[in-house]
Nanobody
Framework: QVQLVESGGGLVQPGGSLRLSCAASGFSFSTYFMSWVRQAPGKGPEWVSNINSNGGSTKYADSVKGRFIISRDNAKNTLYLQMNSLKPEDTGLYYC?????????????????????WGQGTQVTVSS
């Protein structure tokens, strides 16, 4: 059974940090391109970041560049998102997605239908 399970969300004050995890199972995680996508309340989904299969290349949305770091541990079948200097506008439900096609890495896909695998999301709230 294929699963992507996000964790690590929570309530944090502006300027704080969180590290999200996405645990993968049931598929060959190390061969997949992986992404983070978020959705703020009342808004459409927003692509956040991509990472290639070996973790050597990454891409970021301008809104998070310099503050967020995507990484992966293929030995643990886990994707991460280190979020620093958090802002209230970072609030939302954060999803991880997996895609086998390289076009996913070079795109900014934000819809569940763009990915082969998709998690259930973890809530991040940035508020004082």
């Amino acid at each position: 059974q294929v699963q992507l399970v996000e964790s690590g969300g929570g309530l944090v004050q502006p300027g704080g940090s969180l590290r999200l995890s996405c645990a993968a199972s049931g598929f060959s995680f190390s061969t997949y391109f992986m992404s983070w996508v978020r959705q703020a309340p009342g808004k459409g989904p927003e692509w956040v970041s991509n990472i290639n299969s070996n973790g050597g290349s990454t891409k970021y949305a301008d809104s998070v560049k310099g503050r967020f770091i995507i990484s992966r541990d293929n030995a643990k079948n886990t994707l991460y998102l280190q979020m620093n200097s958090l802002k209230p506008e970072d609030t939302g439900l954060y999803y991880c997605g997996g895609c086998w096609n390289a076009r996913c890495f070079f795109s900014r896909f934000s819809r569940k239908s763009d990915y082969e695998y998709w998690g259930q999301g973890t809530q991040v709230t940035v508020s004082s």
